[in-house]
């Protein structure tokens, strides 16, 4: 019976260990994420396109190949150089020997273009962003940087310069070097363009901040070029392909062995945008069915929201003191009305942080006058419950400038010396009165 007995209370403890262990929460950053959406996908993002807010992340640090969507930052670098005046839309291109060949090796994605003949930026441009073609890439690569090595390093200073931080670019179009045919500009036989889903999300939504033109190329399901023949845009979640998505008009493919299948999507409904990167999928095809994972996740649980008026003075701090003015003090509010991308019934979950520029102050704490309106006194954050931050990692919210909201004019000298006078006078009363006090 004793035995019996301690038999059963071996078990009770046996069971409870066995309930906490597997009841126990995973020790991963992503794991709710990963049981949200399912994704089958190394790595993944989400971002609104507007701030930049991250609603969604898997693996997001983690350097992975690209592949083609590192053609991305050649389309930023054209694009460019057309706005700079370094280029033009109908300037043309001569085709050289390596780019011909390059244009006719088998099983990359090519547009045929002839050794000797002219092409312009606009015709290898649409090549490059609706087709993925390499050759095409090639060339204006070498167009933009004289050499395609001389435009790999500027592919790396521009994403230094866009604040990327994960990242290896070693060729212009994403292939592997082993496939240039021995003219890889830069790294090793083998190696290939590298970026993380943060530094991808980041590179396209500079791209589509600064030259949001790309969406009038990506956008195309079907290019006619000028040898008769029509190719179909690699993204097919495009009006009239095969996984077309409501709203989506870009942005980039990408496949090869090293990287796998990824796709960076970006699609627009009733005014909101959002930018998706999936990473190292397994197939052409499931590049697309995650993606559509990511969107629906986005459209069906997140909405844009005024979550601050303009003109708000955050309950923390509404005035700033003011020396050597006519008034001792100014009013601060913001000088826009703040918008976030907030999940659904949590509109009220905000958080916000004033910060006042010290520069602007006196060793008091003060601001000197004058003081005009609208003068930028600092910023306030404004931070949903989402921890993820932004794609631009400035903060963890969303900033708007706080400005004065009335103009303090500098008091003349005689206001000055009857302060000066009164304050004397005063500071002299307080001692007599301490003394006088002291005495009884």
């Known amino acids: 019976m004793r035995q019996a007995k301690q038999l059963t209370s071996l078990l009770a403890v046996l069971t409870l260990l066995l309930t906490c262990v597997f009841s126990f929460p995973a020790n991963n950053a992503y794991a709710a994420e990963d049981d949200e959406l399912g994704l089958s996908a190394e790595a993944a993002i989400l971002i609104d396109a507007e701030t930049g807010q991250i609603l969604y992340e898997k693996n997001a640090d983690k350097l992975l190949g690209v592949a083609s969507m590192s053609k991305m930052m050649t389309e930023y670098l054209v694009l460019e150089a057309i706005?700079?005046?370094?280029?033009?839309?109908?300037?043309?291109?001569?085709?050289?020997?390596?780019?011909?060949?390059?244009?006719?090796?088998?099983?990359?994605?090519?547009?045929?273009?002839t050794q000797g003949e002219t092409y312009t930026v606009k015709?290898?441009?649409?090549?490059?962003?609706?087709?993925?073609?390499?050759?095409?890439?090639v060339a204006l690569a070498q167009l933009v940087g004289g050499t395609e090595k001389n435009f790999v390093k500027l592919m790396n200073e521009k994403a230094n310069e866009l604040g990327l931080k994960d990242y290896n670019f070693v060729n212009s179009s994403g292939l592997n070097n082993s496939s240039l045919l021995g003219e890889y500009p830069a790294g090793n036989e083998d190696d290939e363009n590298l970026m993380s889903a943060r530094a991808t999300a980041k590179l396209?939504?500079?791209?589509?901040?600064?030259?949001?033109?790309?969406?009038?190329?990506?956008?195309?399901?079907?290019?006619?070029?000028?040898?008769?023949?029509?190719?179909?845009?690699?993204?097919?979640?495009?009006?009239?392909?095969?996984?077309?998505?409501?709203?989506?008009?870009?942005?980039?493919?990408?496949?090869?062995?090293?990287?796998?299948a990824c796709f960076t999507a970006t699609a627009e409904k009733n005014g909101q945008r959002y930018i998706s990167v999936v990473m190292k999928t397994d197939s052409k095809n499931s590049r697309f069915t995650e993606t559509k994972k990511v969107l629906d996740y986005a459209f069906n649980n997140f909405t844009t929201e005024e979550i601050l008026a303009k003109g708000y003075q955050d309950k923390s701090q509404k005035t700033v003191g003011v020396s050597k003015g006519k008034e001792d003090s100014v009013a601060i509010k913001t000088?826009?009305?703040?918008?976030?991308?907030?999940?659904?019934?949590?509109?009220?979950?905000?958080?916000?942080?004033?910060?006042?520029?010290?520069?602007?102050?006196?060793?008091?704490?003060?601001?000197?006058?004058?003081?005009?309106?609208?003068?930028?006194?600092?910023?306030?954050?404004?931070?949903?419950?989402?921890?993820?931050?932004?794609?631009?990692?400035?903060?963890?919210?969303?900033?708007?400038?706080?400005?004065?909201?009335?103009?303090?004019?500098?008091?003349?000298?005689?206001?000055?010396?009857?302060?000066?006078?009164?304050?004397?006078?005063?500071?002299?009363?307080?001692?007599?009165?301490?003394?006088?006090?002291?005495?009884?």
């Open 335 to 440: 000088n826009k009305a703040v918008e976030l991308v907030v999940k659904n019934g949590e509109e009220e979950n905000v958080k916000t942080k004033l910060v006042i520029n010290k520069d602007k102050l006196d060793e008091d704490g003060n601001l000197v006058a004058p003081v005009k309106k609208g003068d930028k006194i600092g910023y306030l954050t404004v931070e949903t419950d989402n921890n993820y931050g932004t794609i631009t990692g400035d903060s963890k919210g969303v900033r708007v400038d706080v400005v004065a909201a009335e103009t303090v004019e500098k008091a003349n000298w005689f206001v000055l010396s009857m302060r000066a006078v009164g304050g004397f006078f005063g500071d002299m009363w307080g001692s007599i009165t301490g003394a006088v006090k002291g005495l009884f």
């Open 123 to 137: 015709e290898l441009y649409e090549a490059m962003a609706i087709f993925s073609g390499n050759a095409a890439t």
């Open 204 to 260: 396209s939504y500079q791209l589509l901040k600064d030259y949001p033109e790309v969406l009038d190329y990506a956008k195309v399901p079907r290019l006619k070029f000028r040898d008769g023949r029509t190719y179909d845009n690699f993204n097919w979640m495009l009006p009239g392909l095969i996984y077309e998505y409501e709203g989506v008009d870009g942005l980039k493919t990408g496949s090869t062995e090293f990287a796998g």
């Open 83 to 113: 706005d700079k005046g370094k280029i033009s839309w109908d300037q043309k291109v001569t085709i050289d020997e390596y780019v011909h060949k390059l244009s006719a090796a088998p099983g990359l994605s090519n547009i045929g273009l």
